[in-house]
């Protein structure tokens, strides 16, 4: 079946330990995102990216990075630099069209943990 | 700096009444407008899109979209329990021409009573 697959769905990291989330689609969408979801709050952006090998900035990339080597996959890397990364991470993909029309559809999540 | 406002709720509803979600943008230029829904501890799952003025039915749902007042909204007729939900509004944006870019509201947290 087409879709977004996240893994690990839990995630436990030490501190100072770095960690990465993969996220693979099999959509044949040429963006994908990365967003943070903090109990009671909105979705905020981390990173896009629209076309392999190119990715920009969101709102709060510090302490994250990302890569795109391939079309389908989209995998953030929390670092150290990341002082508070206790959070629900949400990835997502959607077609880039030069229409404005571009929903966007999600994996599952993964729900990361400092110990 | 690009807002997507939404009233936090909780909003309460009894089962089988309307429910009118709410959702105001920043950004005159936007040109795209989603509702998502998301059940706890879930991802969220689009339910509505709309592009143009005026309303866009599918089922119970209503999507109403005011450019000029730079205001959307949902509403869902016949509320079920099943509904209970924090509904996510989004609106495209773009960053400097690109699309694909949605910025999203903190949700509405909806709760049916039986």
């Known amino acids: 079946d087409g879709g977004i697959t996240q893994s690990p769905k839990y995630l436990f990291r030490k501190e100072g330990q770095n960690v990465t989330l993969s996220c693979e689609q099999n959509?044949?969408?040429?963006?994908m995102y990365w967003y943070r979801q903090d109990p009671g709050q909105g979705l905020r952006l981390i990173y896009y990216?629209?076309?392999?090998?190119?990715?920009q900035k969101g709102d709060i990339a510090e302490g994250y990075s990302v890569s795109r080597e391939k079309k389908e996959s989209f995998p953030l890397t929390v670092t150290s630099a990341q002082k508070n990364p206790t959070a629900f991470y949400l990835c997502a993909s959607s077609i880039v069209t030069g229409e404005a029309e571009t929903e966007a559809f999600f994996g599952q999540g993964t729900r990361l943990t400092v110990v | 700096q690009k807002e997507v406002e939404q009233n936090s709720g909780p909003l309460s509803v009894p089962e089988g009444a309307i429910a009118s979600l709410n959702c105001t943008y920043s950004?005159?230029?936007?040109?795209?407008f989603f509702w998502y829904r998301q059940y706890s501890g879930k991802s969220p799952e689009l339910i509505m899109s709309i592009y143009s003025n005026g309303d866009k039915e599918d089922g119970r749902f209503t999507a109403q979209l005011n450019k000029a007042s730079q205001y959307v909204s949902l509403l869902i007729r016949d509320s079920q329990p099943s509904d209970s939900a924090t509904y996510l509004c989004?609106?495209?944006?773009?960053?400097?021409?690109?699309?694909?870019?949605?910025?999203f509201g903190k949700g509405t947290k909806l709760s049916v009573k039986p």
């Open positions: 989004a609106v495209n944006m773009g960053y400097g021409g690109s699309q694909g870019n949605l910025i």
């Open positions: 950004d005159r230029g936007s040109q795209s």
């Open positions: 990216s629209q076309i392999v090998n190119d990715f």
């Open positions: 959509l044949n969408h040429d963006a």
